[in-house]
């Protein structure tokens, strides 16, 4: 049983740049979380979603930043217009139903430059 | 809301030596409380959970009970391997998706 696959593991996009980011969740599990990691800090929550549904976007910037979870095909986080400051390590998690421990990915780590 | 407080880092201990690393919590309700644990260049790991008060969760010798009255979930092992060295997260999970702490490195040296 794979764990769950994030591609790319890293990324490199220019100011202004559109990133997409990919997660396949563990095989059974329905629900989808994106948290994003700053250098030396912990994991902020983004997005929380189950099939073709947003559950909880409250991290989630307003502007520039969307995700979705389709019914066939892996979660997809897409950042608009790069900057910076998107500069992170985000990292994916599948659990089977809500409040079961999570299963982490091994991140996409987005360079901007 | 939720919340968690744990020691910050970085710690360096020598090997085989004791380590503890803190984490209080504040919530409402009757949260769930992990440890995971992070190693150069991966993800996340589920390291140890504990579902309710006074529970224990253990895992490669690692320890942490839950305890209600102290609001505290602290991270514990006897003896730590060069293998150890990590980041460390407690975690909340109540009605809300996850709480992280801002997470504890652990630097073990031979």
């Known amino acids: 049983n794979a764990g769950v696959m994030q591609n790319p593991r890293h990324l490199v996009r220019r100011r202004g740049q559109e990133a997409r980011l990919r997660c396949s969740p563990m095989?059974?599990?329905?629900?989808v979380y994106w948290y994003r990691q700053l250098p030396e800090e912990g994991l902020k929550f983004m997005v929380y979603l189950q099939k073709e549904n947003i559950i909880d976007e409250s991290g989630m910037p307003k502007e520039r930043f969307s995700a979705e979870f389709p019914k066939e095909g892996p979660s997809i986080l897409r950042i608009q217009q790069v900057v910076r400051g998107d500069s992170a390590a985000y990292f994916c998690?599948?659990?089977?139903?809500?409040?079961?421990?999570?299963?982490f990915g091994n991140g996409t780590r987005l360079t901007v430059t | 809301g939720n919340s968690v407080t744990q020691m910050e880092g970085p710690v360096t201990l020598s090997e085989e030596a004791f380590l503890t690393i803190n984490c209080t919590y504040t919530?409402?309700?009757?949260?769930?409380l992990f440890w995971y644990v992070q190693y150069p260049g991966e993800g996340l790991q589920l390291l140890l959970k504990a579902t309710k008060a006074d529970d224990k969760g253990s895992n490669k010798g690692f320890e942490a009970t839950y305890r209600k009255e102290t609001t505290s979930f602290h991270l514990e092992k006897g003896s730590v391997q060069v293998s150890d060295s990590a980041v460390y997260f407690c975690v909340l999970s109540g009605n809300t998706p996850l709480v992280f702490g801002k997470g504890t490195r652990l630097s073990v040296i031979a």
């Open positions: 095989k059974g599990h329905s629900h």
């Open positions: 919530a409402t309700g009757y949260p769930s």
């Open positions: 998690a599948s659990s089977p139903e809500d409040n079961s421990p999570l299963h």
